[in-house]
């Protein structure tokens, strides 16, 4: 795998200043700290899932990847509904079903074979 296909760390720091900016010190103000705890562990769940699984510490046939992609869209889907932001609440519900879904196909097929 090429460098290309990594993600750089100073790429991944100005992506997290521009969240923070625009998001949390808003978010701070309208939910307060345990608002924005939840949101940064949610998006810090999926976005560690996603760059393990870049980096191939993780593969899509493996129930790893799919439990922590659920349990940090069902983080962001909790602070999403407590926000009243029901657009984003929909769009993690739905992935955190999708990725339930995945992962309990994945145990069933690893219990039969």
């Not at 760059?51 to 990847?65: I, P, V």
């Amino acid at each position: 795998m090429g460098n290309s296909a990594r993600i750089q760390l100073p790429q991944l720091l100005n992506f997290l200043q521009i969240l923070l900016t625009y998001s949390g010190f808003y978010l701070l103000q309208y939910d307060g700290l345990i608002g924005l705890i939840m949101l940064l562990m949610g998006f810090t769940v999926q976005i560690s899932d996603f760059l393990r699984q870049r980096q191939n510490m993780f593969s899509k046939k493996e129930g790893a990847f799919y439990s922590l992609n659920s349990l940090g869209a069902g983080m962001l889907a909790l602070y999403a509904f407590r926000t009243n932001n029901f657009y984003f609440a929909i769009l993690e519900t739905a992935w955190c079903f999708g990725a339930l879904l995945t992962l309990t196909t994945i145990l069933r097929n690893r219990s039969k074979g």
